[in-house]
């Protein structure tokens, strides 16, 4: 397939520009995330409280529940750039959905394993087959399957296609996994920071939390913005070869 | 004694929640980071990235 010179220029204009606002942005953006995270850790590990019922266990939160949140918001950010691919053909959305898919696969498996080990000491097993479980496992799937179909192609350009009306689709799993708690008996509690009527955590704990979230969302887009760089360069080094 | 460094039959659990995330988000960095390198050499490898 040889793209013609107007799709050939198309496509360098706007990731042109990305890469010098990356190039602008992307140290001052890691040294916040690196000072952030510091910040998130002192407080999760030595300022919050033990819980009265949990007692030291309730530290996994605050790396289980930002990682659980940051998995679900990335796939929101995967089908976004799927359908800006689709819809409008957006060169860079296509390299920033290859970019980003790794890093929720991450958030996605830190999610499953800290919960397990979250799971064992609380509910006495690492692993049940619950709704809220079950979605969540199908969600790091759906990484992996968007993962293995971007590169499944000769023609980079078939991937992206393939991977984005893969990430359309399991858009739906995203309300699945929200409401799983409320939709099925689960073994796994219901919400209780984004719930009607408000937050049912106390400040003590709800404030490392807010922080680690905050800290792992900059290292979220710090990474995105860095390996959409390399995707532009990769796309290059293919289209020169 | 309470905190991260307590001393608890469930404090294994906590440890390895956080040293789990630990190696997986430092190995996902230091991955990106190679990546970025090897990519901008080979780029300027074939003449193709400008001086920065």
């Given at each position: ?78 089908a976004?750039?799927g359908a800006?691919l689709l ?59 968007h993962?293995?179909l ?10 992206d296609r393939a991977a984005a009306i893969l990430s359309l689709v399991g ?71 | ?52």
């Open positions: 397939m040889a793209p013609s010179r107007a799709s050939n220029l198309h496509f360098l204009a706007n990731p042109a520009r990305f890469r010098r606002f990356s190039a602008a942005v992307l140290p001052a953006l890691a040294v916040v995330t690196a000072l952030a995270l510091a910040v998130g850790l002192y407080f999760a590990t030595v300022v919050s409280p033990p819980d009265y019922q949990q007692g030291e266990t309730v530290r996994i939160m605050f790396v289980h529940v930002p990682s659980a949140w940051l998995s679900m918001a990335g796939y929101a950010l995967l976004g750039l800006s819809v409008w053909r957006h060169p860079l959305a296509a390299l920033m959905a290859r970019a980003s898919a790794p890093i929720g696969a991450s958030f996605a498996a830190i999610c499953l394993i800290t919960g397990s080990l979250w799971g064992r000491p609380m509910w006495g097993a690492y692993w049940a087959w619950d709704a809220r479980l079950t979605s969540m496992l199908l969600l790091f799937f759906l990484y992996l399957g993962i293995a971007s590169r499944a192609y000769d023609d980079p350009e078939r991937g858009l739906i799993n995203l309300p699945i996994i929200k409401f799983s708690v409320d939709w099925w008996n689960t073994l796994h509690q219901p919400a209780s920071v984004a719930r009607l009527g408000g937050p049912a955590i106390h400040s003590s704990i709800l404030v490392p939390l807010l922080i680690m979230f905050a800290a792992l969302l900059l290292l979220y887009v710090t990474l995105v913005l860095l390996r959409t760089e390399t995707e532009i360069d990769r796309r290059r080094l293919e289209a020169a070869a | 004694m309470s905190g991260f460094f307590a001393s608890g039959p469930h404090m294994p659990f906590v440890w390895g929640a956080y040293a789990v995330t630990f190696v997986v988000l430092a190995a996902l960095v230091l991955l990106s980071v190679a990546d970025r390198r090897r990519a901008r050499r080979e780029l300027a490898e074939r003449g193709l990235e400008r001086r920065r």
